[in-house]
Nanobody, 124 residues
Framework: QVQLVESGGGLVQPGGSLRLSCTAS????????IGWFRQAPGKERDWVSC????????YYQDSVKGRFTITRDRNSRTVYLEMNDLKPEDTGTYYC?????????????????WGQGTQVTVSS
């Protein structure tokens, strides 16, 4: 049974930082195309950052470029999203997702395995 579990969310002031983690059981994240998605209240879920399997090409939404970094620790089979200089518009539930084949940069309908989400709130 595939299970993805996110952690690391919380309440942070604008300009602050958080690091989200995603660990997996039942699948090997090291060989998966991985993605981080965000769903703001009243909005559809949208991709934030993805990293391909194979060559590990990395993609970011324009709104987070230079502030967010997606990485994976192949030893611990954990995926991270480092988020810096957070803004109120970054508020939402963050989900990690994985699959073997995904249309670049981050086609949401291609992801078959999802975590339950972790809440990030950026507010003063």
């Amino acid at each position: 049974q595939v299970q993805l579990v996110e952690s690391g969310g919380g309440l942070v002031q604008p300009g602050g930082s958080l690091r989200l983690s995603c660990t997996a059981s039942g699948i090997n994240l090291n060989i998966m195309y991985i993605g981080w998605f965000r769903q703001a209240p009243g909005k559809e879920r949208d991709w934030v950052s993805c990293q391909s399997n194979g060559h590990g090409a990395t993609y970011y939404q324009d709104s987070v470029k230079g502030r967010f970094t997606i990485t994976r620790d192949r030893n611990s089979r954990t995926v991270y999203l480092e988020m810096n200089d957070l803004k109120p518009e970054d508020t939402g539930t963050y989900y990690c997702a994985a699959d073997l084949r995904v249309t670049p940069p981050c086609e949401i309908t291609d992801f078959g395995s999802w975590g339950q989400g972790t809440q990030v709130t950026v507010s003063s």
